[in-house]
């Protein structure tokens, strides 16, 4: 069973710093990009920041600057540093990677998300 599983968030004062984690663990023939996005509450979901294999990234606008993605392709493993956080940056940050499953074939996986409150 192929899994994506995040860890980092919590609660932050404004100004502040945390570093998001999500691992796709399973039997995974291979990742090409993976993606952070992040749903406000009465909010749709919006991109943050996606990378590819090669470590090409692209972010959203409001975002750059503040945030950085990286990944570790030998761990499946993909990051989000989040720098001088602000209270509008409060959501449920969710991890996202189309993989392809040997037996299985190409799905679009989603982690459960990980809540990141930013305090005033």
């Known amino acids: 069973q192929v899994q994506l599983v995040e860890s980092g968030g919590g609660l932050v004062q404004a100004g502040g710093s945390l570093r998001l984690s999500c691992a796709a663990s399973?039997?995974?023939?291979?990742?090409?990009?993976m993606a952070w996005y992040r749903q406000a509450p009465g909010k749709q979901r919006e991109l943050v920041a996606t990378?590819?294999?090669?470590?090409?990234?692209n972010y959203a606008d409001s975002l750059k600057g503040r945030f950085t993605i990286s990944r570790d392709n030998a761990k499946n493993t993909v990051y989000l540093q989040m720098n001088s956080l602000k209270p509008e940056d409060t959501a449920v940050y969710y991890c996202?990677?189309?993989?392809?499953?040997?037996?299985?074939?190409?799905?679009?996986?989603w982690g459960q998300g990980t809540q990141v409150t930013v305090s005033s």
């Open positions: 996202n990677a189309p993989i392809v499953v040997p037996g299985l074939g190409f799905r679009n996986y």
């Open positions: 399973g039997s995974i023939f291979s990742i090409n990009s």
């Open positions: 990378i590819t294999s090669g470590g090409n990234t």
